[in-house]
């Protein structure tokens, strides 16, 4: 949590129920963080429980884009349309609503409305807006965009104040944006049109992936931006986290289980295991239980490539995270390999999994602490801490908490065939069984 006691989802969306009704809101996630999604946004507001979205998939921001569309324009065809990322720290709500409101009187003139935010400083890692002719106070043209540029043209920028940070934040008329992506991207154009006969997320997988600002942004004219008088921040790198991040009297951020020794100027994480750092400065260390990533805080930027050729190898790394977050709670892989896996599984107080069986593994569970009920082919037991019990393949087996305190249990399952999809619900309380 960076920027206050709630979550970067928490605080964007508190943030936009300042300007809009809650039945006017709608959430797009990965099916993966649905169930974490709604329980994040229901504890500020019930109601936006059920204006959560999944993509089967990431397809980037135009695609995420359009499913929200889908059901702004089913409610109101002519509606002006607002897009806001979750991983940005505003200040000063009461500006932002300002801007939105004057962003407002230039989409029902079918400007695209971006905002502009002043750079700081010389930054490599952010889109940038070319400011072009003054419309109003404090509102251009834009005439053109660059992508992530190089230090010395980066820095040109800031000295000529001729190009701001791209926000990535929009507003805009639905009905002429839809206009915008049949023109540009007829691909997602056709796939939207068959939205009558068939859900968005049936060909999901089949659609291009592509940025909102590469497919339509780069592509239209008539676009305002308007400069922004609000602080902003994007949170999605390392050296954000730094900057923000509480200092200690080195100007070191440490975070989890660290030993730093004369370290000066650094961000050192971890998250699975001692880290321990020597004689380091202006370093960033970040060690999770299935990574390391080690780079100078010069070079934070190139944390992209690193991404992008682990997407290039076909790395899961890049795919999900070490906890994976479930309806009922969460699980992490502790150990793999050849015909097994180790997990240690823990079910939220009240909560219960669904009814299901796998075809292809077998199950052993150790509880460590906590109470858990289970059933294995409709025959109930209650196992306590250090309690276990086998789960055959093909059986029918459920498990549930039924305490008031998290139950923590030791997964082991064995079988030529262990990943997710090998399982057939029967029963389940979230909705997730299969018709």
Known sequence: MLGGKSTLLQQTVSRVLEAFDPANIWIVTNEEHVF?????????????????????????TLPAIMLGLDKVVDADPTALAAVFPSDHLVSDDEAWVRDLVKASFLAVDNRFVTFGVKPR?????????????????????????????????????VQENSHYWNSGMFLFSAKHFLTQVAKCEPVLWDWWMERDTAPLVQGYREIPNISVDYGVVEKIDNIAVIRANFDWDDLGSWEAMYRLGDKDEDGNVIQGDVLAMDCKKSLLISEGGKLAVVGVSDMIMIQTRDATLTCTMERVQAVRDVVDTLKAEGSQLVESHPTVYRPWGNYIVLEEGSHYKIKRIQVNPGARLSSQMHHHRSEHWVVVDGTAEVEVNNEPRVLVENQSVDIPKASQHRLANPGKV??????????????????????????????
């Open 36 to 60: 974490e999604v709604r329980k994040q946004v229901g504890a500020i507001d019930t109601d936006l429980k059920g204006q959560v979205l999944a993509e089967p998939l990431g397809r980037n």
């Open 121 to 157: 400083k010389p930054e490599t890692g952010y889109g940038y807006i070319a400011l072009g002719d003054k419309l109003d106070t404090g509102v251009h043209t834009v005439d053109g965009f660059v992508e992530k540029p190089e230090y010395s043209m980066a820095e040109k920028f």
């Open 406 to 435: 998290p139950l923590n249990i030791i997964e082991i399952q064995s079988g030529p065939y262990l990943e997710e999809d090998d399982i057939v619900r029967f029963d389940d309380v979230y909705g997730r069984v299969k018709k």
